[in-house]
């Protein structure tokens, strides 16, 4: 029975993770400080004896050499997400995103575990305008998260090369779903609108409402993580992939297709108004991914549709929020 470890197992993705692989009777141990995850995230699954919680901090070395010990498998999730946020604080990014990584890819090399699967970013693409993104055409970052997306897959491919240390990384599209916070200052735009037009509140987007999105449902982030930790084609490992549903959706169209989904629920949601503002520093106008290198080395073979996983996402809220 392997021994998984996930970086940041309290957060959205990663306790959707943690979740999955207990299902498939993987021993997981989840490294955590807390700082955008939530207990609630894990509390149900604390009394799985397979299951293993380690309160630490990425960005201190014991903290990440403690939670690889004896680990096969290393799926680091832990990151300080957010454009927005990035900006307003570079250094804390950077702590996090690049000083944090470098940490667990040294605490994994000295630990020799198998294999390192890492989440990625589609901010790497920057200010390439060519669609669909291709993972071996990026342009120059927009923001200082972009960068340290970026360094994360540069150091990934050094340790790869010098150490022998086998990286994957998953450049993640928009992810959405169940346990995605809608709450807080960096909310990403689903659960913030779900949870505004829950309100009957009116959202706001950023711009004409034109800019699109490769929005990707969990599940199919979930499939290309195991994917990534299992296989064994020679030719799949120490590259990066793209992780998206491959489909591209104006955020005008979004919102459309959340105010239908919810007025299923709430009749009076149809008559939310919705409001616009400016663009928003950093941003990437467009954005959709090419899945065939996913398809072709790994099997990727994405089970959720915008609207399937939309259908979900919003199920979960109205029960939970």
């Known amino acids: ?62 903290d990440c050499q403690k939670a690889v010990d004896g680990v096969d498998y290393v799926l680091h999730e832990a990151a300080l997400g957010s454009v927005p946020r990035s900006i307003k604080d570079p250094i804390m990014s950077n702590s996090v995103n690049v000083g944090g ?41 927009l923001s200082p998260y972009a960068i340290t997306k970026y360094v994360n897959e540069l150091y990934a491919d050094v340790f790869s090369k010098t150490y022998g240390l086998e990286c994957i990384g998953l450049r993640y599209f928009n992810v959405f779903g169940r346990r995605q916070d809608p709450n807080g200052a960096y909310a990403a735009v689903i659960p913030l609108f779900v949870k505004q037009f829950m309100n009957h509140e009116s959202p706001v987007i950023n711009g004409d409402g034109e800019y699109s999105r490769d929005f990707t449902y969990v599940d199919n982030v979930i499939q290309m993580n195991i994917l990534a930790m299992t296989t064994s084609n020679s030719d799949a490992l120490n590259t990066v992939y793209n ?19 919810l007025a299923e629920f709430d009749p009076e949601i149809g008559n939310v108004d919705i409001k616009y503002g400016s663009n928003r520093a950093g941003d990437i106008p467009h954005s959709l991914a090419s899945i065939d290198k996913a398809k072709n080395l790994l099997g990727y073979n994405p089970e959720y549709s915008l609207r399937k996983g939309l259908e979900e996402a919003i199920k979960w809220y109205w029960e939970n929020i």
């Not at 989840?30 to 939530?38: E, K, P, Q, S, W």
């Not at 669909?132 to 970052?141: C, M, S």
């Open 243 to 261: 992780t998206a549903y491959g489909e591209r959706t104006t955020l005008n169209q979004l919102v459309h297709s959340l105010k239908e989904i």
């Open 101 to 141: 990584f470098l940490n667990m890819l040294v605490a994994s090399r000295d630990a020799k575990v198998k294999r390192f699967i890492y989440a990625a970013s589609s901010s790497t693409y920057g200010d390439s305008k060519t669609l669909p993104k291709v993972e071996d055409v990026i342009g120059k970052p």
């Open 1 to 62: 029975m392997h021994k998984i470890l996930v970086t940041g197992g309290a957060g959205f993705i990663g306790s959707n993770l943690s979740e999955e692989l207990l299902r498939r009777n993987y021993k997981v141990r989840c490294l955590d400080n807390f700082a955008t995850g939530h207990f609630k995230n894990i509390e149900s699954l604390l009394a799985n004896p397979n299951f293993e919680l380690i309160v630490g901090d990425i960005r201190n070395i014991e």
